[in-house]
């Protein structure tokens, strides 16, 4: 698995989606408790190791990751600052089995304009919308500094028919029943806002 996220990582930041230290990766292990392996912070994703994610189980210790203690991990690591947006994210979407959050360029442009609506395009079949004439609006929620905020304005935007919420000026958080299947989705969520600013 985490050989899979390596790859995902240093495939997105080569498209200029991850730059710097941006974005985080994580995959859910389990539930009962929810269990989610997740990308350390402060890392680029271009260049991700096996040692630069960590398992979480214990969410509250990290509402705030720069100030708490107890969001230190083993070797001082800690989770990345959104691992409360991909908890939220698993526990509103229950089928989610990967959550993938990047900063585009495009999505980041599209996300200022608010909901965007995407239709008869191709397309669209690749986030599991095969019918004729459908019609999909990706969700959009302003981006909060709090991020406990913005965990629950992300779960109460998220729609198990569309897999993604951007964030404001910020982002997009997208994901899948399993890491390919989530990378798929960002792939063709970031395709369909690249189409968005072509026709403008």
Known sequence: MRATLIETGRRFADRGWMLGTSGSLSVRLGDDPLRVLITVSGVDKGDLAPDHFLEVTDFTGIADPKASSEAYFEGGRRPSGETLVHEAIYRAIPDAGACYHIHSVAGTVVSLDGPTTFSDLEMLK???????GARVTV??????????????????????????????????????PDAERCRRHVEILEFLFQVALARR
């Open 126 to 132: 690749g986030i599991g919308r095969w019918e004729p």
């Open 139 to 176: 969700p959009v929620v302003p981006n909060h500094a709090d991020i406990p905020t913005l965990a629950r304005a992300v779960a109460d935007a998220a729609n198990p028919d569309v897999p993604g919420v951007l964030v404001a000026g910020h982002g997009i958080y997208a994901w899948g």
